[in-house]
């Protein structure tokens, strides 16, 4: 709340002024999930094409230059898994029309907490289609709620680094080819603060799309989730 009083003199001055002024703070924290479990490949590869290595199995057109441990990315706080420590895996990669070996879901991501919000700092190879895949949020409850994730909307092509109307940029690196290759930054806030949520599952497109007809087929992208933070509101103050 703001006021103001002003008191006027009669040639139009003012001879007396007040201020008044009062806030409400809302305390947060923001936790970093644990996605180590999950996580099916690592930010480096040697041999493309060969199914083994890791990102998105490009050689060295990866994302090795990737920093790991507590790192910032448009303003929050995410941990990045080093691989070195999760036996060589430190993102989770789903299958898309030109890498159709990876899965086409991961699902059963952990989180058991209230969180108000969640940010996925993600990206996706082959990435200009709008259907890019989806989270589904899991509550405890049983219920559950879907985040598309959009093509140059939510989640843009790892090799073509700029802002999008719904995510920030996040980690942007030039790569081992010499080219700038970046991730993304969505933030999803949740319209159910006082349950917990569960879980998370992470589909491709394919995935999400099930049993429903693509009455006009294209490629799909090979989407990538590097990390996940939670925050949670507190208490007015």
Excluded at 146 to 169: M, S
Aim: with cysteine.
């Amino acid at each position: 709340q703001l006021r103001l009083c002003f008191l006027p003199e009669m040639n139009g001055g003012i001879r007396h002024a007040e201020a008044a002024f009062s806030f409400e703070m809302c305390p947060y924290e923001v936790i970093p999930l644990d996605l180590s479990s999950a996580m099916n490949m690592g930010f480096k590869d040697e041999c493309a094409d060969d199914q083994k290595g890791g990102w998105t199995d490009q050689g060295t057109n990866d994302f090795r230059m990737m920093p790991t441990g507590a790192v910032e990315a448009a303003g929050v706080a995410f941990r990045i898994i080093d691989p070195a420590e999760n036996y060589d895996k430190s993102c989770l990669v789903l299958a898309g029309t030109d890498r159709p070996k990876f899965p086409l879901s991961i699902r059963g991501i952990k989180v058991n907490r209230k969180f108000s919000r969640l940010y996925f700092l993600h990206t996706a190879a082959w990435g200009g289609a709008a259907d890019a895949g989806r989270y589904r949020i899991n509550y405890a409850d049983g219920r559950s709620v879907d985040l598309p994730l959009v093509g140059n909307r939510n989640i843009g092509d790892w090799w073509n680094p700029r802002r999008l109307p719904e995510a920030k940029t996040g980690i942007v690196r030039p790569n081992g080819g010499g080219h700038e290759v970046a991730t993304w930054v969505a933030e999803w806030e949740n319209p159910k603060t006082d349950v917990e949520i569960r879980s998370i599952d992470f589909l491709s497109a394919a995935e999400a799309r099930g049993s429903e007809i693509d009455w006009l087929p294209t490629g799909t992208p090979v989407p990538v989730l590097v990390a996940v933070t939670g925050e949670k509101s507190g208490e007015r103050l």
